[in-house]
């Protein structure tokens, strides 16, 4: 189903907790990226890799930190500074930073 | 950096009307033009896309139109059914030899199309 997948696919969190969403492709992409959707709001870049131990802030990196250890993998911690963490996030890759991107199946986040 | 315009916000159509979502970008570099379908509680999804080498492509009910000189690209569905309804995402990038630079999405267009 696309080659990336996303786990858990629901997580509730109680407000100063961190948390950490998984994102795992198999397509050998380079890239990588995480994004937030609101509703009305589009697809908000917060972080993108383009390749293994390297990765840049997107347009709402407060309160976010990634890693990209193995091409493989990349996930995203929303920590307590995240001051409205309750969205749906996105994970995605792509061949290179320009094309297609494939998007896994998404992480619906709600803080209690 | 990029900034990408999209218009309308909701669109509502009868079935078997013509839909019509247009975008603007604002960096005339940018090369790639994808268009992605998310229907409701799932992952977008690319249907068409576009490079800055040719003006327009169609597929089936599909299709996409680009003016490098406006720099505004639009999608085109004819002939829409029930299915078509979903959220669409217009996006613009720059590949290629200089460096590239990572997709800018539009907000999203809420297609509905009524039996």
């Known amino acids: 189903d696309g080659g990336i997948t996303q786990s858990p696919k629901y997580l509730f969190r109680k407000e100063g907790q961190n948390v950490t969403l998984s994102c795992e492709q198999n397509l050998n992409h380079d890239a990588m990226y995480w994004y937030r959707q609101d509703p009305g709001q589009g697809l908000r870049l917060i972080y993108y890799s383009q390749i293994v131990n390297d990765f840049q802030k997107g347009d709402i990196a407060e309160g976010y930190s990634v890693s990209r250890e193995k091409k493989e993998s990349f996930p995203l911690t929303v920590t307590s500074a995240q001051k409205n963490p309750t969205a749906f996030y996105l994970c995605?890759?792509?061949?290179?930073?320009?094309?297609?991107?494939?998007f896994g199946p998404g992480t619906r986040l709600t803080v209690l | 950096g990029e900034n990408v315009e999209q218009h309308p916000s909701t669109l509502s159509v009868q079935e078997g009307d013509s839909a019509v979502i247009k975008c603007t970008y604002s960096d005339s570099a940018s090369n790639y033009f994808p268009w992605y379908k998310q229907e409701l509680g799932k992952r977008p999804q690319l249907i068409i896309d576009i490079r800055s080498n040719v003006g327009e492509k169609k597929d089936q009910r599909i299709a996409v139109t680009l003016n490098k000189t406006a720099k505004h690209f639009s999608l085109h569905i004819t002939e829409t059914q029930p299915e078509d309804s979903a959220v669409y995402f217009c996006a613009a990038s720059k590949g290629g030899a200089g460096g590239s630079y990572i997709p800018t999405f539009g907000r999203g267009t809420s297609l509905i199309v009524h039996p």
């Open positions: 995605a890759s792509s061949n290179r930073l320009a094309d297609e991107q494939f």
